[in-house]
């Protein structure tokens, strides 16, 4: 049962975007229903949330995403804050030559965990410690994607299904940046290739939105390899577009909490001797229809 009483939040859009910042809100505290309400009604119009000055806890961003729903374990459990397997340590940071977390997470334009059965609902990132200068990341909003394609591309695309693999780039990734570790046989067993629609129906607010990117999608399913590939090339173009994006620039105190099902994101990078590292939890979505 929460206990908080309504506070004054103010969620207001960010000019020239599709995200809203939201304001007045402490998520230490427990929320009080109604506000929850207009926080994920928020989420679902907005598709990106940036919850301002938050000093939060591990186990309150835990909590505060457990509202949301069941929580996803990340493969790499090397990169687990310790005592936390919910949270993913996102970060380039290397000590005792050790790298803390996944220093390359989000290099490719991606949905989170879109290799699994039910790909991820949304995701929460807590900024820990930014660079000084870089480490944005951007968002393009998918439902927009899919509203600007030709309709003769979207009549071709409506019912064709891609498979979506955890492996598509890793050994690509591997062979450039000491943050991924080799993977072991039960790693390797636990992401097994899935297979979704290309474009997806949101659960919740019914909009159409394309489900396929550079990181992780490797085929479309029944097309000859060039044709997919082509199609596919076309459809990363198209789905990460300038005008379809929101570029965040991370303040001390932020935790974003973006829709999955709505948008992908990429990291930008920061300069390697600049530390950066942020706490990701990652909500478990419904089967993409
Ligand atoms: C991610 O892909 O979840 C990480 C994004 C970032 O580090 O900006």
Request: hydrophobic share 35%; with cysteine.
């Amino acid at each position: 049962m929460s206990t908080q009483t309504v506070t004054r939040i103010e969620i207001r859009p960010l000019p020239g975007s599709f995200a809203a910042e939201v304001l007045g809100l402490d998520l230490g505290q427990p929320l009080a229903d109604d506000d929850f309400r207009r926080i994920h009604r928020a989420h679902l119009d907005h598709h990106v949330l940036v919850f301002r000055d938050q000093r939060i806890t591990p186990q309150q961003q835990i909590d505060f995403s457990r509202r949301f729903g069941q929580l996803q374990i990340h493969v790499l459990h090397q990169f687990a804050l310790p005592g936390h397997p919910e949270l993913l340590i996102v970060s380039n940071i290397v000590e005792n030559g050790q790298p803390i977390g996944l220093g390359d997470a989000g290099h490719y334009w991606h949905s989170d965990l879109s290799y699994v059965e039910r790909p991820s609902l949304g995701s929460m990132l807590l900024a820990q410690e930014l660079p000084a200068e870089g480490g944005d990341t951007l968002f393009a909003d998918q439902h927009a994607a899919w509203e600007a394609l030709p309709e003769t591309l979207q009549a071709r695309i409506r019912h064709l299904k891609a498979e979506h693999s955890y492996l598509a780039k890793y050994e690509e990734l591997r062979a450039r940046s000491p943050w991924r570790p080799k993977l072991s046989d039960e790693q390797i067993a636990k992401v097994k290739p899935s297979v979704h629609p290309v474009v997806r129906e949101h659960p919740e607010t019914g909009r159409l939105a394309l489900f396929v990117s550079e990181h992780f999608t490797t085929r479309i399913v029944g097309l000859p390899d060039d044709e997919s590939r082509a199609l596919l090339d076309e459809l990363f173009e198209r789905s990460t577009r300038p005008e379809l994006r929101y570029r965040h620039a991370w303040r001390d105190g932020d935790m974003v909490f973006w829709d999955n099902r709505s948008v992908m994101h990429l990291a930008a990078g920061c300069p390697d001797d600049l530390r950066r590292r942020l706490h990701r939890s990652t909500i478990e979505g419904t089967v993409p229809r």
